[in-house]
């Protein structure tokens, strides 16, 4: 159980295009998803926290016109990276939690996407 | 916020030998702390977590011990086996907060 699936696994664009990146959680309903971006070699970097039905929330240094994120349902949130640059290159990961039952603080990881802009 | 740093950045240890990880955190507030293990291009895989309400977890070869007061916990593997090597990340949360991640330990196991 507690699967999360990405779409696209991997995504060659070129510069200055737009990049739409599904999650989708499959056996469970989540009321938050969460997107990182990590480089090579580094830490995972929160961009944002989205719930089912709102606006994600950014963090800071991310911004939102340029990754924006729809939660439109309990099992997809989708980020779609627009206008994409080479420095827009990187993986990708998602991540959900649970609505109810399961383990209350546990976050599930999509296996990840990798962007390369060309 | 929350502020998680580990330590060290590398380790290398040989097969058989225990290997240890370090990371505090600056949110008193916070209550769950799990390690993820994150090979190549693959997503973290939660291995052992810790809520505050507890001192040591053990599963198998991997143990976690937390210290509310001074605010650290740590991964502990024994035994450790190739396959052991990959990247590994502390995090700590708050309540419904999100996880903040340390910056992650590469360990390698040679053989």
């Known amino acids: 159980g507690a699967v999360v699936s990405q779409h696209p696994s991997w995504v060659i664009c070129k510069s200055g295009t737009s990049v739409k990146i599904e999650c989708r959680s499959l056996?469970?309903?989540?009321?938050?998803m969460f997107w990182y971006r990590q480089f090579p070699k580094q830490s995972l970097m929160l961009m944002a926290t989205?719930?089912?039905?709102?606006?994600?929330?950014?963090e800071q240094g991310v911004e939102k016109d340029k990754f924006l994120i729809n939660h439109a349902s309990l099992t997809l949130s989708t980020l779609t990276v627009t206008s994409a640059h080479p420095e827009d290159s990187s993986f990708y990961i998602c991540?959900?939690?649970?609505?109810?039952?399961?383990?209350?603080?546990?976050?599930?990881f999509g296996p990840g996407t990798r962007l390369t802009v060309t | 916020g929350e502020n998680v740093e580990q330590h060290p950045s590398t380790l290398s240890v040989q097969e058989g030998d225990s290997a240890v990880i370090k990371c505090t955190y600056s949110?008193?507030?916070?209550?769950?702390f799990p390690w993820y293990k994150q090979e190549l291009g693959k997503r973290p895989q939660l291995i052992i977590d810790i809520r505050s309400n507890v001192g040591e977890k053990k599963d198998q070869r991997i143990a976690v011990t937390l210290n509310k007061t001074a605010k650290h916990f740590s991964l502990h593997i024994t035994e450790t086996q190739p396959e052991d090597s990959a990247v590994y990340f502390c995090?700590?949360?708050?309540?419904?907060?999100?996880?903040?991640f340390g910056t992650g330990t590469r360990l390698t196991v040679i053989p």
């Open positions: 995090a700590a949360k708050t309540g419904a907060n999100n996880l903040f």
């Open positions: 991540s959900a939690r649970e609505v109810a039952g399961g383990h209350p603080h546990e976050q599930y």
């Open positions: 989205s719930n089912e039905g709102s606006k994600a929330t950014y």
């Open positions: 949110d008193s507030a916070s209550n769950y």
């Open positions: 056996d469970f309903q989540a009321t938050t």
